[in-house]
């Protein structure tokens, strides 16, 4: 409506009405329920012990597992949020893993630059689909299935499409190694969260992407840099593809490039989706991201210690995203409760 | 021409929250007849339409079509009983071929019908024979539509109506995208749909053009009905005074005692003659032919014409929202990059665009972050402290962003309130809040006070005449000619897309700003200047 009158909610927003419109919400009840039904129906579930230094347990395979869509959620959140979408992920963790490989087999150059030339190769490759979308308006969905194909096929290039293995023991102690008993790829997450939630929080960076996200236009006229903004986010969600990459390599000690990183762009979306970012852009919510992917594998895990198999697991994981996705949407949602949100629809 | 009426509409009311679009409004279309339909942006023209069409219910008034009530429940609807509408942009499926558009959608006893479907070789035949009707005899009828300039397209949209036994069209805006050429036939063919007795409306804001085919002009004005008239016994000035609302006598009246104004070219002290905006041979093809501005200092500048003139363009070339053909722009003597708002922010610029919701405010956002956008990174001194090192502070924000509300007169439960749920007048002023809060020097407004209410009207008036007198500058677009020559120490006037007339000083009279608009300034009292054209 062209005339909208203010609609003034008579009573203050209640701070517990506030926390349940937020979009975090139904994301964290639905892991919270979750958890509480493992650990009633599946024994050990909630155990953790320490054995020679390491920390085991179904909590500590959740997270380790799923670290790798949720280094990939975290970018992918940022490239979301500025109403774009990355389908080359999982292409890019291949690269930098196979870039990794061949550094460590073919010389032996120092462990930094084993690290840092392929996390370069990745945020570049990043760079360019920011570019293609930027510049040259493109897609963001074409762009990106350009580079997808493109970045693994560079990879197969390298490595001759085969297997690379190789045995560095400091690269696998920094990616797949222990600190405080806690697997090193657990902790890459951690950091790499609070260091996004907290400049998205802290610097005026958070309010641009949320501008950029919801009004392009609007935000070009607000003098923001709209095209370096662009480029910047699609080379950091690449970074943290290539991250994920190195963690994946180091995991089996070789780089497969047919396989590695093979559709985890999909579950990535699917995390940041269900993590309450809006595919049509706006604010970013690294913290749901996480709790989606979190989501996500809990079920896996669950499903697995239940002997479910992995046919049936995929069709379980489905039903639980439509669900949520459903408990976000903005139509669907004032139907079932009288929630604070409902009003502004 | 005394023919019983093809379409009657009495007493039409449309109510939307917060504004009567349609206020008692009566129109009638007889067979064969032209029928213009103006008015300002808000008169209410595109509501009447969209009632007739089935896109909005009315909710008082009745019509009657061919002797019967009317109502139609959807644009199809209205098709179907008769009355078709060709947009400036055709609804029609560019993708699909020509004879595909003509058969889409309408009833199989319209469409030649083959046990598989659409026989397609009798609707090729019957697509050629229709366009021939219509001059179009080389279009291929196989060729994709959208392949075609945008005048057959329209006239493809007209066959189709025809086809469909319409016998009232209505050509909103038909014109705007076409060529004089384009233009000429188009209106052959509107002369040949006469002689069918087919009744037209016609909107278009070109006045040529409704002189050239109209038989009757009718013309609203905030939602009422101004008066229907012979085209042929009514002068430009006075169509134009009664789209604004002014009667030219009136109008010769106030020009004997002007209204004092508010905001004098004088400088404020006698060294500040320094120009704020300079813009020299500004220019974009098909938008606005090379025209040059200054603005100086506590100067409100109106830019003043039609929808359509040019206006919206140069504001926008101004502030460097579109990339111009050429030119140049200075800030306070400096030279800036043109086609960037990025340089025309940091210059110490703000603009207000025309689509407040899509270009203007970020509709998720909450008002604070709408207000503190721009500040917390080119803002002035005062509030740079918000964005240094790009960190920014939630409650300084808030802040900033509460000093603002009260300051304005913004009405919201909270600075955190997503801004989409206020007002377009509070929208509005959160916008002016953003600039005030940036430090802006330079204001471009193009509409400022369109479509919102009286009351918030009056104090976006009140806030520019504020930043006029605290030094700054002023760019003015409104469509009220009284508001600009209230307000405005010098105008410039836009007719066809490009700058014809300067006025400044005693000169600016909503009068000489009309005569110029309606393009026979020859007797003109005023002290401006004439641009050759």
Redesign the interface.
Known sequence: ?????????APAPSRFDAWRSSAVFWPLVALVALLLLNIIITPNFSRIEIRTGRAFGSIIDILQNGSLVMLLSIGMTLVIAIAGIDLSVGSVMALAATAAALLITGGHPPLWIVISAPLALAAGVGAFNGLLIGRLGLQPIVATLVTLVAARGTAQTLSDDQKVRFDLPAFQSVFDGLLFSIPTPILFVLALAVVVALVLR????G?DI??IG??P?????????VELIRVTVYAFCALCAGLAGLVAAADIKEADVASCGLYLELDAILAVVIGGTSLTG??PHIAGSLIGALLMQTLTVMLQMHNIPTEQTLIVKAAVAILVCLLQSPTLKPRFFRSPSA??T | MTAAPLLTISSLTKRFPGVLALDSVDLDVRPGEVHALMGQNGAGKSTLIKILTGVHTRDAGTISFLSRPFHAASPSDAQRQGIATVFQETSLVPTLSVAENLFLARPHSQTPRAWYGLDWSAAGRRARELLARFDLRNVDVHETLGRFPVAIQQMVAIARAIDMHARLLVLDEPTSSLDAHETARLFQTIARLKEDGIGIIFVTHFLDQVYQVSDRITVLRNGRLVGTFAASSLTRLDLIGHMLGRSPQELEASVASPTPRTSPTRPRDPDDTGELLSARGLSRRDAIAPFDLTLRRAQTLGLAGLLGSGRTEAARLLFGADRPAGGSVKVSGRPIRTGSPRAAVRAGMGFCPEDRKVEGVIPSMSVAANIALVAQRTGARRVRRLGRFGFLSRRAQARLAEELVRRLGIKTPSVHQPVNLLSGGNQQKVLLARWLAAGSRVLILDEPTRGIDVGAKAEVERLIDELAASGAGVVFISAELDEVARRCSSVLVLRDRRVIAELSGEGVTEHAIMQFIAGDARDSTAGGTTHAS
């Open positions: 409506m062209p005339h909208d009158t203010p609609r003034l909610r802290l610097t005026t960076l309010m949320e501008a919801a009004s236009r609007a935000a070009r006229l607000c003098g923001l840099r706006g604010r009003l502004s």
